[in-house]
């Protein structure tokens, strides 16, 4: 019965722009239970976290102001009954995997069945340290790992420790190959263009038997990448893509072509034509300090909102 609720609750959520977040996030948290699959929303902050280090700006002063909550980098947990896994290893990892044994209510400390790592910058896979034998010492933790992820890890220290003490087992994947979780559930990564210092950047789709949610919290911009990032949004239920500057000139004592993320604004004029439906898929996340999506509430975030756009929230859950 609880599955007959929550897909006809999504069918009326993809078919409508009219709930507010706060009406999706009270819809799914009732609905949810340990014989639901959902994805959980860990973290909506860039790599640098928010409050971000030497940041004296009114963005991250409004934190030490109680204007503003502390936001985590960015990370989903994906649940299916007591069972889950870990998308991307952040610098908050520690008070993430905290949160998962609350959405999993269970009395012994569970680590995940595996992490997927998006790609080598450091709001994404440093994280990793807290498994090694300073802090927890796990013994073959899955993660799973693009080639040059990979190699990356096996060649370079700290992470080569983890792999030689077996604290991590690392499990390769490939461009648009699905990783099979369990019967019904998959994880495909797709490569994005980026900026590949150390390896490759990918996002991710995962799939049920009855939904599909786009994962891309990194990516330049849309016109770089040889696939159609409207075609990808026609395709799933729900997309949670790159939302990391809301504008040009956001750090105005850097070269923002050093970080050539798709603006907010840009997406939204690339965006513009799609239907109301399709608009309602689409879920911005990845939030740098500066981007005044990441704040409780802001004249930029009631744009995108009135527009049909959503934008991610910490605790936020989508089910699958």
């Not at 990516?219 to 239920?237: A, F, Q």
Request: aromatic content about 10%; some cysteine.
């Amino acid at each position: 019965m609880i599955f007959l609720i929550a897909n006809l609750i999504s069918f009326l959520f993809s078919l409508s722009g009219q709930l507010n977040q706060e009406e999706i996030h009270a819809i799914h948290s009732n609905i949810a239970s340990k014989d639901s699959v959902y994805l959980t929303v860990l973290g909506i902050a860039q790599d640098g976290g928010y409050p971000q280090m030497g940041c004296a700006k009114s963005c991250c002063m409004a934190i030490k102001q109680g204007k503003e909550a502390k936001k985590q980098v960015v990370s989903l947990g994906l649940i299916s009954g007591s069972k889950f896994w870990l998308f991307e290893a952040t610098p908050d990892i520690v008070e993430q995997l905290g949160q998962m044994q609350q959405e999993l209510n269970q009395s012994n400390f569970q680590l995940p069945q595996g992490i997927f790592l998006s790609h080598a910058h450091i709001g994404h896979y440093t994280g990793l340290q807290y498994f090694g034998r300073e802090a927890m010492g796990t013994n073959k933790q899955t993660v799973f790992a693009m080639p040059k992820m990979d190699l990356f890890l096996k060649t370079n220290g700290p992470w080569s420790q983890l792999v030689a003490l077996n604290n991590i087992a690392i499990q390769p994947i490939q461009n648009k190959i699905p990783v099979v979780l369990q019967k019904q559930i998959s994880v495909t990564p797709i490569q994005v263009p980026h900026r590949d210092e150390y390896s490759e950047t990918v996002g991710f789709l995962i799939q049920s038997p009855r939904k599909k949610v786009l994962f891309i919290p990194d990516i330049d911009k849309w016109e770089k990448w040889d696939e159609s990032i409207i075609d990808l949004i026609r395709s799933v239920d729900f997309a949670l893509i790159d939302g990391t500057f809301f504008q040009n000139g956001e750090l105005p004592n850097r070269d923002m072509s050093e970080v050539p993320h798709p603006f907010v604004e840009e997406s939204l004029k690339y965006f513009d034509w799609l239907s109301p439906k399709e608009k309602s898929k689409i879920c911005f996340i990845h939030f740098n300090h500066t981007n005044p999506l990441i704040k409780k509430q802001s004249p930029q975030k009631d744009q995108l909102i009135k527009k049909g756009y959503r934008v991610a929230e910490e605790g936020m859950r989508i089910t699958l």
